[in-house]
Nanobody, 123 residues
Framework: VQLQAYGGGLVQAGGSLRLSCALSGRTFSHYAVSWFRQAPGKEREFVSGITRSGGLTDYADSVKGRFTISRDNAKNTVYLQMNTLRPEDTAVYYC?????????????????WGQGTLVTVSS
């Protein structure tokens, strides 16, 4: 399985970005997908997850109401729409997958990692 995350960049506080995670090498619909992030000097943390059907989603409290995760199984892609970005959202964002109906909320539960995409929010 290969995961490719992209869409990061530099944005001002209050702005928006949409991250994408493309999966190849396996049947995309067999995988639940999560987004994690890691800020400098901090542990990697769960941001959002979506079941393989797309029927259930979850968010960290810090991003609820601002971020939206979705998936398009026809395009083998998961999206993370990030609105009202804050400087504390600055981090490298990683997509992660596992061959399960349920998404990972812990790094130890992840089967496959993408390479990460940097999001920088300026104040």
């Amino acid at each position: 399985v290969q995961l490719q995350a992209y869409g990061g960049g530099l944005v001002q506080a209050g702005g928006s970005l949409r991250l994408s995670c493309a999966l190849s090498g396996r049947t995309f619909s067999h995988y639940a997908v999560s987004w994690f992030r890691q800020a400098p000097g901090k542990e990697r943390e769960f941001v959002s997850g979506i079941t393989r059907s797309g029927g259930l989603t979850d968010y960290a409290d810090s991003v609820k109401g601002r971020f939206t995760i979705s998936r398009d199984n026809a395009k083998n892609t998961v999206y993370l729409q990030m609105n009202t970005l804050r400087p504390e959202d600055t981090a490298v964002y990683y997509c992660a997958a596992r061959p399960s109906s349920g998404y990972s909320t812990k790094t130890s539960d992840v089967s496959f990692w993408g390479q990460g995409t940097l999001v920088t929010v300026s104040s």
